[in-house]
């Protein structure tokens, strides 16, 4: 679909006209040293699937093969570091440069946190929640921009298609549940329907998930361009049944560009207060927000009972 260009070459030039010339330098000597170490190293995640999509990101996750943290300071000396997790990020100007030593995960049991150990880029990309997010381009100068696909990314994104890697990838983390919704709308993909089965016969293990996370992943929803899309998607499928049993998500028309505690009293203001509480209390809300969503809850309450007062 590139005529004749290699696609390795295609990618590449892509993303030298993706970055500022500083950051594709700073690229190309990560490259360098990455090689001198016998260090494989990728551009992997969202940043690939949005080239190939063509679209921007400004978010840049690399993984080496080796010392993640070491090969960071040694391209920018600025770089903070959290040796202990193999992890390091690089900012510059309005760009983040996430580097990883490649990992793989455990869970111990579904919703827990995954115990992660050394590996390489095949069980990294392994790990990750569906196929379009799953592709690496090499960044080494001798391969630079060949593309490692092992579980069919790019064909997804042809086919406008959401897909898991692994059955269990649902019951591992339901929060995946959420992100399978935000990029089916965020695309206009449809969910593969092994991954939609899996998602619809996966819904109760969101009772796996604590508040906080749950929370935050509704947060990231309320700051797609579309959140109400995704909602409506959520209520219709009947994920947010699961969290209350009468939200619904259909009545956000207005949330698009609103505050996060505005866009959750509209999200609950459907609810009867007793419900709305029990949701306060399940999504663990600062305490700030939780009286804000109360309140409201409360005077809705109120406006009803002097609604039920006027003269027909």
Same mark, same amino acid.
């Given at each position: 679909?590139?005529? @004749?260009? !290699?696609?390795?070459?295609?990618?590449?030039?892509?993303?030298?006209?993706?970055? %500022?010339?500083?950051? $594709?330098?700073?690229?190309?000597?990560?490259?360098?040293?990455?090689?001198?170490?016998? $260090? !494989?190293?990728?551009?992997?995640?969202?940043?690939?699937?949005?080239? @190939?999509?063509?679209?921007?990101?400004?978010?840049?996750?690399?993984?080496?093969?080796?010392?993640? %943290?070491?090969?960071?300071?040694?391209?920018?000396?600025?770089?903070?570091?959290? !040796? =202990?997790?193999?992890?390091?990020?690089?900012?510059?100007?309005? $760009?983040?440069?996430?580097?990883?030593?490649?990992?793989?995960?455990?869970?111990?049991?579904?919703?827990?946190?995954? *115990?992660? =150990?050394?590996?390489? +880029?095949?069980?990294?990309?392994?790990?990750?929640?569906?196929?379009?997010?799953?592709?690496?381009?090499?960044?080494?100068?001798?391969?630079?921009?060949?593309?490692?696909?092992?579980?069919?990314?790019?064909?997804?994104?042809?086919?406008? /298609?959401?897909? @898991?890697?692994?059955?269990?990838?649902?019951?591992?983390?339901?929060?995946?549940?959420?992100?399978?919704?935000?990029?089916? *709308?965020?695309?206009?993909?449809?969910?593969?329907?092994? &991954?939609?089965?899996?998602?619809?016969?996966?819904?109760?293990?969101?009772?796996?998930?604590?508040?906080?996370?749950?929370?935050?992943? +509704?947060?990231?929803?309320?700051?797609?361009?579309? %959140? *109400?899309?995704?909602?409506?998607?959520?209520?219709?499928?009947?994920?947010?049944?699961?969290?209350?049993?009468?939200?619904?998500?259909?009545?956000?028309?207005?949330?698009?560009?609103?505050?996060?505690?505005?866009?959750?009293?509209?999200?609950?203001?459907?609810?009867? =207060? *007793?419900?709305?509480?029990?949701?306060?209390?399940?999504?663990?809300?600062?305490?700030?927000?939780?009286?804000?969503?109360?309140? &409201? #809850?409360? #005077?809705?309450?109120?406006?009803?009972? /002097?609604?039920?007062?006027?003269?027909?």
């Amino acid at each position: 679909s590139y005529g @004749i260009m !290699p696609l390795a070459v295609h990618i590449a030039s892509q993303l030298q006209a993706h970055l %500022p010339p500083p950051l $594709w330098e700073l690229l190309l000597r990560a490259g360098g040293v990455a090689q001198a170490k016998g $260090w !494989p190293l990728y551009l992997v995640g969202g940043i690939v699937r949005d080239l @190939i999509l063509g679209r921007s990101s400004q978010d840049l996750d690399i993984v080496v093969e080796g010392d993640a %943290p070491f090969l960071a300071k040694t391209i920018s000396p600025e770089a903070v570091t959290h !040796p =202990r997790f193999g992890t390091a990020k690089v900012r510059f100007e309005q $760009w983040s440069l996430d580097l990883a030593s490649a990992r793989q995960e455990e869970y111990p049991h579904p919703g827990a946190l995954p *115990q992660v =150990r050394p590996s390489d +880029i095949h069980h990294d990309l392994g790990r990750r929640d569906f196929t379009i997010n799953a592709i690496a381009v090499n960044l080494s100068p001798t391969s630079m921009g060949q593309l490692l696909d092992p579980f069919g990314g790019k064909r997804d994104l042809e086919q406008r /298609l959401i897909r @898991i890697l692994h059955p269990k990838s649902f019951t591992d983390d339901a929060t995946r549940i959420f992100r399978a919704l935000r990029y089916e *709308q965020r695309f206009d993909f449809k969910l593969e329907e092994n &991954t939609r089965k899996l998602l619809l016969q996966d819904i109760p293990q969101l009772n796996t998930i604590s508040g906080d996370r749950l929370r935050h992943e +509704i947060e990231l929803i309320f700051k797609e361009k579309a %959140p *109400q899309k995704v909602l409506a998607r959520a209520g219709e499928l009947g994920v947010l049944r699961q969290l209350s049993p009468n939200l619904r998500g259909d009545n956000l028309a207005q949330v698009q560009g609103a505050s996060l505690t505005l866009s959750f009293c509209f999200l609950l203001y459907p609810l009867s =207060r *007793q419900e709305g509480e029990s949701l306060i209390a399940r999504l663990n809300f600062p305490k700030t927000t939780g009286h804000i969503l109360s309140q &409201t #809850l409360a #005077l809705k309450e109120e406006l009803l009972k /002097l609604a039920a007062l006027l003269p027909t």
